[in-house]
């Protein structure tokens, strides 16, 4: 008989199981509650279906040992294949596409090609500090909405090479860059909701059409952007370059046109989580204006009155400790799925912390980063917002379990390089050029059910510095 300690469940009901312990609507919100009461490790069974959840940085960094697990892709990650199919974040670990995706696009995300479109980035942030600047101090805003523009627009042009002008540029552009966030938002959210609801077939008649209508917009725009490129032939060595044009070094694969199509639209997904990270930052700047204060000294020892330059960006040392506490708080891309790796002809149960809890040989494990990233086995006073401890030394003694926002090993988040560049100069800009104020001082995080966190109804004032 085993002496593993159970795995903590809340105790649910007859028959459903746990299925009113997770709101479906807003399934990582309810995670993160589950986490503040549970700790470390807890699971749910749902119609005898089990999910163990891990939200502790040890346990994190011992299931994230690729060794003895793997990406899990179920669930919602199964559904956004109708969108992008095999693509780099969809792929089954076995899938040789993936290797052959990675392989191509990896070389157009390194920190240097990321350097290489730095002044193609300031130019896109400058449409955004000049809107923010003009609006009018009383003029009340949802930063997200702003941000999530500058987002697809510094995605779209610096690695397909085409501008939207979606930030401050017409209202017919204004419009057109928010259909094609639209068309991402519900292709993706619809993703998240289909494999929670009970009743199967409602995701075929009830949602499937406007599942199918959000797929086919937002694939349209990726072929107007290889168009636009067939259209207007250039130099640019960029990533639609890769997509379209260059061999798998190992294999001689090219990717077909369906298959630079997923890989268009898999870009934005990923780069969608950057300005929920960035609307969080502005909530704990405002919540913490003492930081504020600092990270300004250091933009004007480091940069004094010069535009920012990608040489300014690793020694904006506080600003980097601003966004990796943001990382944490946010739990922006709140978490990722794991498995053990199936081993031939034994299914023996597979064993955590030292044989102290036991699951089964092809458990699906879920990482909880808002329990994993406020553990406070790790951070002292785990909710309050200190830059410091992401900085230097300190940040380099944390456990590797604790430093997991951009995903682990061959899966972790490709764009890594991009977000951060993303990151760091819209946070430094926004600080540095403009003045925030909370409409409502009080705000409490909220989240919607989409698979990114994002503080919903956040609104702000914002202005030039003082003007
Ligand atoms: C704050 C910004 C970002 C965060 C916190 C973030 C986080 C993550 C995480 C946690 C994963 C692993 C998912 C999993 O294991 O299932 C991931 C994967 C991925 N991310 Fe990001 N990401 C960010 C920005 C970006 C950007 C800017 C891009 C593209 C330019 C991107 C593209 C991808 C792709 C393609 C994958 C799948 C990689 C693979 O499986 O090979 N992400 N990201």
Redesign the pocket.
């Known amino acids: 008989m085993s002496s593993a300690t159970p795995i903590p469940q809340p105790p649910g009901v007859p028959i459903l199981g746990n299925v009113f312990d997770v709101d479906p609507s807003n399934t990582w919100w309810s995670l993160k509650t589950l986490a503040e009461k549970y700790g470390e490790i807890f699971q749910i069974k749902v119609l005898g279906h089990t999910i163990v959840f891990v939200a502790s940085a040890a346990l994190a960094e011992e299931i994230c040992d690729e060794k003895r697990f793997q ?1 899990y892709v179920g669930g919602p ?1 199964v559904e956004i294949r109708a969108l992008v199919h095999d693509s ?2 969809t792929a089954y670990d076995h899938e040789e596409s ?1 290797g052959i995706h ?1 392989r191509l696009i990896a070389p157009q ?1 390194t920190p240097e090609a990321v350097n290489s479109h730095f002044s193609e980035l300031l130019a896109c942030t400058d449409e955004l500090i000049t809107k923010w600047k003009t609006l009018g101090a009383a003029t009340k805003i949802q930063p997200l909405e702003d941000l999530n523009r500058l987002n697809l627009e510094a ?1 779209t042009l610096t ?1 397909f090479g085409k501008k939207l002008n979606g930030v401050n540029g017409s209202a017919e552009d204004i419009r057109k860059a928010d259909a094609v966030l639209k068309a991402m938002e519900d292709s993706t959210s619809e993703a998240i909701k289909r494999p929670t609801r009970p009743i199967k077939l409602l995701n075929t008649l009830v949602y499937g059409s406007k599942f199918k209508k959000a797929i086919s917009t937002y694939r349209a725009w990726a072929v107007d952007i290889v168009d636009y490129r067939k259209k207007n032939p250039t130099d640019r060595k960029d990533l639609l370059y890769t997509l379209m044009n260059q061999t798998d070094p190992e294999t001689g694969a090219k990717l077909t046109d369906a298959q630079v199509i997923d890989e268009i639209d ?2 934005p997904i ?2 969608s ?2 300005p929920c ?1 960035v609307t969080c930052a502005i909530l704990f700047l405002l919540q913490n204006p003492q930081v504020i204060t600092k990270a300004r000294e250091e933009i004007d020892t480091v940069a004094g009155t010069s535009p920012l330059t990608a040489e300014h960006i690793p020694r904006l040392q506080y600003v980097a400790g601003i966004v990796r506490e943001t ?1 944490r708080l946010s739990f ?2 709140p978490g ?2 794991i498995e053990p790796i199936p081993k031939k002809d034994d299914k023996s149960p597979v064993l955590l912390a030292g044989g102290k809890y036991q699951i089964a040989h092809n458990q699906t494990m879920i990482i909880v980063l808002a329990g994993v990233n406020r553990d406070p086995a790790v951070f002292d006073d785990p909710l309050a917002f200190r830059p410091e401890r992401m900085t230097g030394e300190a940040f380099e003694r944390l456990p590797a379990g604790a430093k997991k ?4 090993g061959k ?6 390089h ?2 951060w560049q ?2 760091v100069v819209v946070t430094a800009r926004l600080i540095r050029e403009l003045d925030f104020e909370a409409v409502n001082p009080s705000y409490q995080f909220k989240q919607d059910g989409w698979f990114n966190v994002r503080p919903v109804g956040f609104e702000v004032k914002v202005k030039a510095r003082g003007a």
């Not at 926002?405 to 682990?408: A, D, R």
């Not at 899966?411 to 890594?416: A, P, S």
């Open positions: 990406k990650v780099l974040f993936w990675h995300l995605t690695l898999t870009m990923g780069s989580t950057a990270a990382l922006a891309a990722f799925n926002w951009f995903g682990n899966r972790e988040c490709i764009g890594k991009w977000a993303f990151l």
